[in-house]
């Protein structure tokens, strides 16, 4: 059953295979949540809207009519959820800041620590990049980037042009290259500054 492709766990599904549904969604726990924790960066969130699009899953499998791939199908019903998450929360912004301090480090320690606090601070820098990216482009870069569907798969997922979906990935980079420009230069300069150790 392992083997089956999605559409034949669905359909096995529907028949009343509920072995079926389990290796659907354990095909999908990673992915989809990981998909979804960075579209709406909250975990508590993230968890509630993938219990809801699992729900929804159930309740529309009959509709399911194999026109597109259930991957497909599936990451619009996630779309969907995270839009309408979006509209609830678009007056509130989060912003989450991990400051950690230590002392009495050796120098080895020190540079470590440095190193380490760089790439959290690069991935928050990364993180926050993304955020800012119009809704479009995000969503079409997550899908591209995150979750590695083709521009095919995004274009059914997101109900646009392939064309229109390579066009808002490459908008997407070019704002997350000007973005994040300066990084370039301080990992040369954290390089040069440890060459010597």
């Not at 929360?89 to 230590?102: C, E, I, K, P, T």
């Not at 064309?163 to 973005?179: C, G, V």
Request: hydrophobic share 35%.
């Amino acid at each position: 059953m392992t083997a089956a492709s999605d559409e034949e766990l669905l359909r096995a599904y529907q028949e009343g295979d509920m072995s079926a549904f389990e290796v659907l969604l354990s095909r999908y726990r990673r992915p989809l949540f990981t998909f979804l924790l960075r579209s709406v960066r909250d975990r508590g969130r993230a968890e509630e809207i993938y219990q809801d699009v699992w729900m929804r899953v159930i309740e529309r499998a009959d509709q399911f009519r194999g026109d597109s791939k259930f991957s497909t199908w599936l990451y619009r019903i996630t779309r969907n959820r995270c839009i309408d998450h979006q509209r609830r929360m678009q007056f509130r912004r989060h912003a989450s800041l991990d400051v950690v301090g230590q002392s009495g480090e050796s120098l080895g320690e020190r540079v470590a620590t440095d190193q380490t606090a760089m790439r959290s601070t690069l991935q928050q820098r990364i993180g926050a990049a993304v955020e800012q990216l119009p809704d479009d482009q995000r969503e079409v870069f997550l899908l591209r980037q995150v979750q590695g569907m083709s521009f095919q798969d995004i274009a059914a997922t997101v109900e646009i042009s392939v064309n229109t979906a390579k066009s808002r990935m490459r908008y997407a980079l070019e704002r997350l290259r000007e973005a994040l420009s300066d990084l370039e230069e301080h990992a040369h300069e954290l390089e040069s500054e440890t060459h010597g150790l």
